[in-house]
């Protein structure tokens, strides 16, 4: 019994109609003629009361639900999430099904209602998507059962409790990599590079196509009346290939739900996986106030899932960060001529001036690229159309810093270092150019 008071609740339409019940015996002592009516409503109304709790807390009452979730979600990435419902026992019921979503999603009103007949099943779906990289807890499904009757309501807990684990998009990486690695790079984004090499390790001649290096025309072959005919050559194999990420609280500013920080963490698994389909070596190094992590790059079958262990479990700085240690760090530990993709967030000159020696000494000792972002927020208001002076003012304060920005990227190429000014949503397409381009142009 004590069971059945914890699952047992009374519908709103019972509220209703003993509401109308009270009232109505309120009246009868003004109107004494309605008191009978009154009573007689009473009786019949706890009786279905007691009807409906019989039919809906029966033995044969008996369900199975199922949720079907993927082992592992990736961040920023909408999945879909399946419930199995199935009457297993022989009466017809109305149900209001509660999934007990985990606490980083923060949805406390997800619900949906399904009828379903006795030995029926149906599947309802809806979707999520995780901003937050963690373990996310699945509670149970919850039943709420009522008969057609809708009076007396049964709470029916199924278990399904479930932990899984959201991780760097992984998404993501599967997409690009097969985008990158085939023909079609060009439909979807990727930009269609001759890998044309400057390593002495020749490969064939090819017939020349539109974008290929003239200097690498072979004219004794072209000469032979096949057509105009190049020498290709192979890319450059086992080149390091590091992700370096600066994690202070610059990079916690949000766009579209993730941080900077999220995106860049997403990017450099994108990047690492592709740099070792390509046959590089790929590494990691996350820095803030302190040097946080360090993977030596590599390229064996643990590499990869080394990086998206230590990206799993990576959070954001309170602090600035310490370039300085950064460089010392990177000296110290990387041995031999790298490919550095920096993600960083400079939002004024000052902050790029403080940081710009060490970055043009890593720049000496290797192939350095600042990824910096641009504010879609920002760029978004500045279009808006001003209405008054004060919306004219912020509107010409966002041009500055937009401006500002510009200034920041052309100040760091000017030393001839490598930069990439990129929406955050597009940052691991741009970074995935960049890093074909480097290695076609042969300069890592």
Request: net charge positive; glycine share 4%.
């Amino acid at each position: 019994m004590k069971g059945i008071y914890r699952n047992f609740y009374l519908s709103p339409l019972f509220f209703k109609i003993f509401g109308g019940i009270t009232a109505l015996f309120a009246i009868s002592f003004v109107m004494p003629v309605l008191f009978p009516i009154a009573q007689t409503l009473l009786v019949l109304g706890m009786a279905l009361v007691i009807v409906d709790f019989l039919l809906v807390f029966n033995k044969g009452i008996k369900f199975s639900a199922e949720r079907i979730i993927p082992k592992v979600l990736s961040l920023g990435y909408e999945h879909q999430i399946s419930i199995n419902l199935t009457n297993e026992g022989n009466s017809f019921l109305e149900i209001n099904t509660i999934d007990e979503l985990p606490y980083q999603l923060q949805k406390r009103d997800f619900s949906f209602k399904t009828q379903l007949k006795p030995k029926q099943g149906k599947q309802a779906q809806y979707h999520i998507r995780p901003l937050v990289r963690g373990a996310y807890q699945f509670g149970d499904i919850i039943l709420f059962l009522n008969s057609r009757i809708n009076l007396v309501v049964r709470r029916y807990p199924i278990s399904q409790e479930a932990t899984v684990p959201v991780y760097p998009s992984i998404v993501d990486m599967k997409k690009l990599e097969l985008i990158t690695l085939s023909k079609i790079a060009l439909n979807e984004g990727i930009k269609r590079i001759r890998r044309i090499g400057h390593s002495h390790e020749f490969e064939q001649i090819k017939n020349y196509t539109a974008g290929d290096d003239y200097q690498k025309i072979n004219w004794k072959a072209s000469s032979k009346g096949m057509g105009l005919m190049v020498n290709h050559y192979e890319d450059e194999k086992s080149q390091q290939i590091y992700s370096v990420i600066d994690k202070s609280r610059s990079m916690k500013m949000p766009f579209n739900g993730l941080s900077l920080l999220d995106y860049s963490i997403n990017s450099s698994l994108v990047i690492s996986n592709t740099a070792l389909k390509k046959m590089d070596r790929a590494g990691l190094f996350t820095f803030s106030e302190k040097v946080d992590t360090v993977i030596k790059a590599q390229r064996n079958q643990t590499q990869l899932k080394r990086i998206i262990d230590a990206l799993y479990n990576e959070k954001e700085g309170v602090a600035e960060a310490n370039y300085e240690l950064m460089y010392r760090y990177l000296r110290k530990s990387i041995s031999g001529r790298s490919l550095l993709f920096l993600y960083t967030n400079f939002e004024s000159k000052y902050a790029l001036q403080r940081v710009l020696p060490i970055i043009r000494q890593l720049n000496k000792l290797h192939l350095l690229v600042v990824v910096i972002f641009q504010n879609t927020e920002l760029i978004n208001y500045s279009k808006e159309k001003a209405n008054n002076v004060e919306e004219i003012y912020f509107n010409t304060i966002a041009d500055k810093l937009i401006y500002d920005k510009k200034e920041i990227v052309q100040e760091i190429t000017q030393f001839g270092i490598q930069t990439i000014l990129t929406h955050p949503e597009n940052l691991s397409i741009n970074v995935i150019n960049k890093y074909l381009e480097l290695k076609s142009r042969g300069l890592i």
